[in-house]
């Protein structure tokens, strides 16, 4: 395992308490747009909200299995293509025209979401013992 080095060691915390909260920005500015999104598809809120679900089970299910994907290729370069898929799944959603490629897209984006937020906690934890109590909040 390399050491982080000192100069680093700053910008990649703050990085880190950046993406952290990730997996909440992707739910909470999205839930304002599920009313709009149903008469943009000509369908019920169920079927919207169905969106949201697939986002949070994806999300869940992806933890199980990216901490030991992370350790074993890398946390950087896995964190680097899941932050440009979850960017590009927006995309994709911005111009979906079915319900379905938003179905897709949002399972993409919980995935990626999962490799984002397990990575960047891992991270933390790299640190002493007596500097981590400084850097991550006790509740």
């Known amino acids: 395992m390399r050491q982080i080095v000192e100069s680093n060691s700053r910008a990649s915390t703050i990085i880190a308490f950046v993406l952290i909260p990730l997996s909440g920005l992707a739910t909470d500015v ?14 019920g809120s169920v079927n919207i909200q169905q969106t ?6 994806s999300y ?5 299995f990216a901490g030991s994907i ?4 890398g946390r950087y370069k896995i964190g680097l293509i899941s932050l440009f898929v979850f960017t590009i799944s927006n995309i994709f959603i ?7 490629m938003v179905y897709a897209m949002r399972v ?17 934890w790299m640190f002493s013992p007596e500097k981590s109590k400084s850097i991550i909040p006790v509740c």
């Open 94 to 100: 911005i111009h979906a025209h079915s319900l379905e």
């Open 70 to 73: 992370l350790d074993s290729f």
């Open 30 to 43: 999205y839930i304002p747009s599920l009313p709009d999104m149903a008469s943009a598809f000509h369908t």
């Open 108 to 124: 993409v984006q919980g995935a990626s979401t999962a490799f984002i937020v397990v990575g960047k906690r891992a991270f933390l």
């Open 52 to 57: 949201l679900i697939l986002f949070l089970i």
């Open 60 to 64: 869940g299910v992806a933890q199980f």
